[in-house]
């Protein structure tokens, strides 16, 4: 029976390193995009259907990654 609970356990930590991990190259993706589309913007050559297409990428990262989190609470 110990063996058992430990291997639960095992399988949970590693559940959660694995959903924090992707929880941070998610996060760090979406603040690359927002940051480039910041740089594009602000360019002296602008390019601003490049710089909203960047934003809108991040946003919609963004509000999925709410959804989830939203719908994991529940």
Known sequence: M????V??????TM?????IALGVIIGG???ALLVTGF??????QRNARLAVALFIAGAVIVVAL???VV???H
């Open 2 to 5: 110990e063996k058992a609970q």
């Open 7 to 12: 291997e639960a356990v095992t399988l949970v």
């Open 15 to 19: 559940a959660l390193i694995a959903q």
């Open 29 to 31: 993706l979406t603040i």
């Open 39 to 44: 740089f594009v913007w602000n360019s002296r």
């Open 66 to 68: 709410l959804v989830v």
């Open 71 to 73: 719908e994991a609470s």
